[in-house]
DNA sequence: CTGAAAGCGCTTACAG
DNA sequence: CTGAAAGCGCTTACAG
């Protein structure tokens, strides 16, 4: 109702100028009474003190930041609209490593959605000292702008060829390496569920993205039992970063005219939505179809069967990014910074031997 | 190395000025071209975009806010330091409900965490148009800054009593829902697992804190049978909200003189830590011991057992938050809106009868 | 359609 | 120890 009333309300807060009126000193010292007590006398500031108290004087955030040309907050890039981002727990991870630095630099961390559906807008508007990236194959356009900002920033799970510093694991050889405990296991027939490309990725041919990568893992691992990713008996799939199309993609591999044996996915949420799926339909896991994850996060010894999977260290990934970012923010050149970390596979109970077929016994 | 220079560097960014002369059009054009097309010539506007393309001039966005008086974010309180906030599914479900409104509106979504350990110095600092915070018994002076500095904000699981907006469920009532599903099933020996006062809580006698109102309601239940949280047989503990303290304080329960038939907890995080744990050293639930959740987090249906607890929407919670502020941003009068949603308590299967006592039977 | 100028609320060399 | 003044990079009535 009284629209207008409140928003004038918003504007009587008191400035440094009527601090300075009010307590007869200079602009200049009552600045000083906040930010720099040595420069003036004891009593001054006081007495300034004792009037911005006295009518809540409180300097304002936007001004100073302006002033001093830092937001004191960087900014994390989400890659698709939140619904989806915030929902994977690998994700949250991320944000809590970058979190804790900078909780212990004193900044905020500023998640930033594509603006109307333009992450170009987004970063162009963005107010942050710096800003981390992930998941993304970075389209020229986005890096340009970034750069023309005169914005420091890291990419984690980018493509680590471009000329930007970055955080990954060797997403080829872990998929390689978890492949490799599929194929010892017997599994031939199989589907391997990849990730969407997200909002960053063009269709580039010099592809180096994270599902890219993995796939070529995995691919490398077929083919020394003589398959390939466009062998018949192996089935690629997409699934969104979600329990529910975690299911939804269960569903779909159970209408499948030959039924894989083994089900291979780039994230633990969306084995998991496999797994609740199939155990509520009566499919025994890994008895009728083994399935194996890819993150390693917290739910994944949750569920039953207790899942194979990748261990990528998610929140350590955050913290470094994190980390290089505000060197950078600090003057340092880390631009040729390109951190891999450790990744182990990790085997639990979801993955199992190849069940015996009745049907293909004669 | 060159840490100066690349400081120089960044100073180098062109500014409106640069476009102006540039260009030959004065300040205003420039910023009209940008901002409001129609206010200019065509021909006008084109020639300023190209020279803002070639030298690569992006308007400063510190600036424009400056001026424009707003930031384009919201500011999100983190109650605890990000380690434990971040790593609780249900404050990150709220804060998928807040960041899909911000989306909407074409906001970021700034996370404050406690600055330098000073929550106050946090809210003094937030440069963002509004505040929303949870699960605090609001200190008095957060809320003086808050109203001084004219911020709308909006609280959630807060105490409704206060003199602000804010959500929650009736969780007094809630509790005393699940308790009565506790006793029902026979138990009176039990421990009750409350939540960590966290940062904001006073020690006010006229406390209306969430835990507090929780106990309440659990009370409530109790002395319906004749039993109170000072009961011999009702002990109370107290578990951080994160899967290993929940760990922990199964361990504790563990070494309990008499060990209770049920747990009651405040947390899915915290039950599911139980059950983790209780599993592990050889206890069967609901079996040997019961154990019920509060939340209804999407990891509840991911344990063995599943988890009996109560649902509260918690996205919903920061949806409706994050939409009462907007309409404060917006300069609506919300001071009075109080809003409670519902709860649901799930029976699902980690609460069981009490089991027969081989050593009471003489 | 266009521009000169004031203003947003701070900080900080610089001079005294 | 203190203050007048310039400056941060925009926006926007106002006048032409």
Redesign the interface.
């Known amino acids: 109702?009284?629209?207008?009333r409140?928003?004038d309300?918003?504007d009587?807060?008191p400035t440094i100028n009527d601090i300075a009126r009010l307590s007869g000193y200079s602009k200049t010292a009552v600045s000083f009474a906040f930010n720099d007590p040595t420069r003036i006398g004891q009593k001054t500031r006081e007495q300034i003190l004792a009037v911005a108290a006295q009518i809540?004087?409180?300097p304002d955030?936007?001004?100073r930041?302006?002033s001093l040309?830092r937001?004191?907050?960087i900014?994390f890039l989400l890659p698709q609209?939140?619904?989806y981002t915030?929902?994977n727990?690998y994700m949250?991870q991320v944000?809590?490593g970058i979190?804790?630095v900078?909780?212990k630099y004193?900044y905020?961390?500023?998640?930033?959605?594509?603006?109307?559906e333009s992450i170009t807008e987004?970063v162009?508007?963005?107010?942050v000292d710096g800003l981390i990236t992930i998941g993304m194959k970075v389209e020229m356009e986005i890096v340009d702008?970034m750069r023309?900002?005169?914005l420091p920033f890291v990419t984690i799970d980018g493509t680590p060829s471009q000329m930007m510093p970055s955080v990954n694991i060797d997403d080829e050889a872990a998929a390689y390496s978890i492949m490799r405990q599929v194929l010892a296991e017997g599994h031939r027939d199989m589907v391997i569920v990849s990730l969407p490309d997200d909002a960053f990725t063009t269709g580039a041919s010099d592809d180096t993205s994270v599902p890219t990568l993995r796939k070529r893992g995995y691919e490398r691992a077929l083919g020394e039992v003589g398959l390939s990713l466009e062998s018949p008996s192996v089935e690629t799939m997409v699934s969104e970063c979600t329990?529910e199309d975690g299911k939804h993609t269960a569903h779909l591999i159970t209408k499948l005219k030959t039924r894989p044996t083994a089900i291979v996915t780039m994230s633990d949420i969306v084995a998991?939505g496999c797994i609740?799926y199939l155990d509520e339909h009566g499919y025994s896991i890994p008895g009728d179809i083994s399935i194996v994850g890819f993150d390693n996060i917290?739910?994944s010894?949750?569920?039953?069967p207790r899942l194979t999977t990748v261990d990528q260290p998610a929140a350590d990934k955050g913290y470094m990014a994190a980390e290089v970012l505000f060197r950078m923010i600090?003057?340092?050149?880390c631009e040729d910074t390109r951190l891999i970390i450790p990744y182990r596979t990790i085997i639990r109970n979801s993955l199992g031997p190849v069940p015996e077929r009745l049907d293909e016994t004669p």
């Open positions: 109702m009284a629209t207008a409140s928003k309300a918003k009587k807060r809540g004087y409180i955030p936007m001004a930041n302006f040309r937001h004191r907050s900014g609209i939140i619904h915030l929902r727990p949250m944000i809590q979190g804790s900078c909780q004193g905020t961390l500023t998640l930033i959605p594509p603006l109307n987004a162009r508007n963005a107010a702008i023309q900002r005169k329990l998991i609740l917290q739910e010894v949750l569920v039953t600090n003057g340092e050149d």
